[in-house]
């Protein structure tokens, strides 16, 4: 049953990848971002229970790889709109309450950079795609081949690891101050 399961992936990845990266890649605009949305129909295709009882294999990458893009433009969407935002924000006169304000907050971005610099690799890869692309623990589960309860432990770690820097390393640069 499992070679049987292998076989199909093989087959459909094999007759389909190329056509759908062609049609992506026009739909999309960029080959990259194309290839990362065949490659994450393909995961989808993996996580189906039962692969042999989908009737139109075809119609349903199709379908998914729609789905996937329309999501990965939602996101750049977001992205866009969020950018602006802060762009918008720092053109607006300082609402802080003390001079020192604004100074702090850049010291604390610039500690959770580094506290993310610090993640080992694949929990920092887990982070950044949960909260600045937010994808859900299941797509990033999906897309490192990894567990949903995996994805979650790596989240955590990391959002402890940053409270922490952040707080340490926060709590001495204030008290250096006064």
Do not use: W
């Not at 199709?62 to 762009?87: C, G, H, M, P, W």
């Not at 080992?120 to 897309?143: M, N, T, W």
Request: net charge positive.
């Amino acid at each position: 049953m499992h070679d049987q399961r292998v076989t199909l992936e093989a087959s459909l990845f094999q007759q389909y990848y190329g056509e759908l990266l062609r049609f992506l890649t026009a739909k999309l605009g960029c080959r990259e971002q194309a290839a990362d949305v065949v490659q994450d129909t393909f995961l989808r295709v993996r996580g189906l229970k039962d692969l042999a009882e989908v009737a139109q294999p075809r119609a349903f990458l199709y379908k998914t790889a729609v789905n996937l893009s329309i999501d990965l433009f939602r996101r750049q969407r977001i992205r866009a709109e969020r950018i602006t935002q802060l762009e918008t924000a720092e053109e607006l006169p300082s609402l802080a309450t003390r001079p020192d304000d604004a100074v702090e907050a850049k010291e604390r971005v610039q500690l959770l950079h580094a506290a993310i610099a610090e993640l080992p690799p694949k929990c920092r890869q887990v982070f950044l795609l949960h909260k600045f692309l937010e994808l859900s623990h299941a797509d990033i589960a999906g897309r490192l081949g990894i567990s949903k309860n995996m994805v979650e432990k790596h989240v955590m770690k990391a959002m402890a690891h940053c409270r922490r820097r952040v707080e340490l390393d926060g709590g001495v640069s204030r008290a250096d101050r006064s």
